[in-house]
């Protein structure tokens, strides 16, 4: 993980990748800038949840993990609906198409996907978004990578270095 860090720092040293451990999250992941926290209450499978947010920019993009307890299992696969559904509408969705994704460490659902999204900011500029969505246990998780221009290279580094520690 760290070898492919370093091959992409050489190739673009504005995306600076470092190991993270958002606190309280229970994520190990390489993330190309040094996050910042806050919380705030959102609404997700009918109930309010306090949802933590660990993000930051690189270049002219954004990179960020969300993490929140639903506390019931049967709200996960809601939950992680809700989150998709709020991240397209964020970006005025045009196109998307996902895939399964399996996180080490995550529990298998059947909600748990990678999406890559072509969308429009507020102005009307095209944008670019990919997430990607998992759960452990009633844990849910939706990581983030934002931009007018997103390297494929540099997403898969992100997503893919994605695990749930113990």
Known sequence: MLAAAALLSACSPVLDWREVRPPGSGVLLLMPCKPSGQERRVALAGQPVKLALHACAAGAQT???AVTDVADPARVAQALADLGASAAANVRA?????????????TPHAGSQR???????PDGKPVHLELALFTQGTRVYQATALGDELSAEAADTYFSSIRIQP
């Open 63 to 65: 990179w960020g993990l």
């Open 115 to 121: 999406i890559r999204i072509e969308g429009t900011r």
């Open 94 to 106: 045009a196109s998307s198409r996902s895939a399964p994704l399996r996180v080490p460490g995550a």
